[in-house]
């Protein structure tokens, strides 16, 4: 029993003891290695959040920039637009233009007759609209 156990602590002395300190001082090379790599992650998200603050910047004064420019350009447009004069100028146009939508179809009296009722109707309400749409157009260029 007493050569088993020297042949045991002999093994432990001469091979396992080597091992495990040279595994020790690998582990603390690699610890070292993983604390400099964080680091080095660590100083590149710093950067990359600056970076991105600096872009957004730059974006927000654009979409600023722009907004103001494109709500002057609007403005511009519509005024000229929406000016009562056309507004006017576009209802008497389509007051000019023939109204297809009141005609009426009655089946059984003679066509001449039906026409020339049509016919006088036809001009009473289109001088009605006229006068309406004229005075419409009128009240809206004067306010």
Do not use: H
């Not at 050569?3 to 040279?22: A, D, H, K, V």
């Not at 709500?71 to 006017?88: D, E, F, K, T, V």
């Not at 049509?118 to 004229?134: A, F, G, H, T």
């Amino acid at each position: 029993m007493a050569e088993w156990l020297f042949t045991s602590i002999y093994m432990l002395n001469e091979c396992c003891l080597p091992l495990m300190s040279s595994a020790r001082t690998t582990i603390e090379q690699l610890q070292e290695e993983k604390i400099c790599d964080q680091k080095t992650v660590i100083e590149l998200q710093e950067k990359l959040i600056s970076k991105q603050d600096r872009d957004l910047g730059l974006v927000s004064q654009t979409v600023e920039k722009e907004l103001k420019s494109y709500s002057s350009a609007l403005q511009q447009s519509c005024s000229s637009a929406l000016s009562p004069s056309n507004i006017a100028t576009a209802v008497k146009k389509i007051v000019k233009e023939e109204d297809r939508t009141k005609e009426v179809v009655v089946f059984g009296v003679d066509e001449e007759a039906v026409s020339v009722l049509l016919l006088k109707s036809q001009r009473s309400w289109n001088s009605w609209r006229r006068n309406l749409v004229s005075q419409d157009a009128e009240e809206l260029a004067s306010s």
